[in-house]
């Protein structure tokens, strides 16, 4: 089924499904493309574990990945006879997560997802947890999957940024908060920019950061710059950076929102919620010319 994605400010919509067990699970709709049954899938020799093969979509080829085996998730694997394929756009590619079975779509706003209990079971691949009918959806944490199941080529962006020596100098020091509810999201993110220079503090959801901000300004320790994630539990991108816009004290920071929705990217609301700058995850060298561009002034 492709689905027709309508995208309200402060709401989520969840696409639920089962992988092994009763545990319900969500992924935000706007990183899924189509649901499809599993086609014939390609073996791929030396792949992770996890990979169940590709399958070639309309002549582009997409690594289907396992879902129950890539978080740990206890009980046998899907069969792919019976599984569906969740086709998911993340970070410029597409990617198929093979589940046991969807469920439907559900709407729920972002101040009932609540981050997940300290110490649960899958608790590193979960970012939010949130009430549906009564029953517990995890809201899973795709980029650390693709993080440890794809792998990506990492080069020295120090090289490929080729700073002069000023604009080298003008970054040292510089201290940036990075926002987002995906650990693996900001350890790309951290890994990307502290080579430059750059010192980091990290924040998991917007309501953490604007704690954190309040909390930097009060010790006069300021970050130069917010580099935040759009979708996260609690308190949202756009949310975050109308808050700082409206606090005298934080309103001349200059934010950076950052989202793995591809196509998602809407710079008109970016703009209008008070962000200087918009990017999609995750091109580390973009990434690095954003906050080099950021931090110049």
């Given amino acids: 089924m492709a689905l027709h994605q309508h995208h309200s400010e402060d709401r989520l919509e ?42 070639h979509l309309r002549g582009e080829p997409v690594t289907v990945i396992d879902l129950a085996q890539a978080i740990g998730s206890s009980g ?11 086709i998911t756009e993340f970070n410029r590619s597409m990617q198929g997560f093979l589940v046991r079975q969807v469920d439907r779509i559900v709407h729920c ?15 590193s691949y979960i970012t939010g947890i949130t009430d549906v009918d009564k029953t517990l959806v995890q809201i899973l944490d795709v980029e650390k999957v693709l993080g440890e199941v794809v792998d990506a080529p990492s080069a020295a962006i120090d090289d490929l940024l080729q700073l002069d020596d000023e604009e080298r100098a003008r970054l040292q020091g510089r201290r940036v908060l990075v926002v987002d509810d995906s650990l693996v999201a900001r350890h790309q993110t951290t890994h990307t920019i502290e080579p430059l220079g750059v010192t980091c503090v990290t924040a998991r959801d917007g309501r953490e950061a604007l704690m954190a901000l309040k909390h930097l300004a009060d010790e006069n320790a ?4 917010v580099i935040s994630d759009i979708e996260m539990p609690e308190m949202d991108g ?5 808050e700082i816009r409206n606090d005298p004290s934080l309103s001349h920071l200059y934010v950076l929102l950052h989202t793995s929705l591809n ?3 809407n710079t008109d609301k970016a703009r209008l919620a008070g962000a200087d700058d918009v990017l999609t995850k995750f091109v580390p060298i973009d990434l690095a010319h954003a906050v080099a561009r950021g931090l110049r002034g």
Wanted: proline share 8%; net charge neutral; aromatic share 4%.
């Fill in 222 to 225: 300021m970050v130069d710059m």
């Fill in 263 to 265: 196509g998602a990217i």
């Fill in 14 to 55: 969840l696409l639920l499904f089962n992988l092994a067990g009763t545990q319900r699970f969500g992924i935000n709709v706007l990183k899924v493309k189509e649901i499809i049954s599993c086609p014939h899938l390609t073996h791929v020799p030396h792949a992770h574990p996890a990979v169940r093969g590709v399958a």
């Fill in 238 to 242: 756009y949310t975050l950076t109308r």
């Fill in 76 to 86: 046998a694997g899907i069969d792919e006879e019976n599984g569906s394929i969740v």
């Fill in 109 to 123: 706003e972002w101040k009932t997802v609540l981050p997940p209990p300290v110490g649960t079971g899958l608790g």
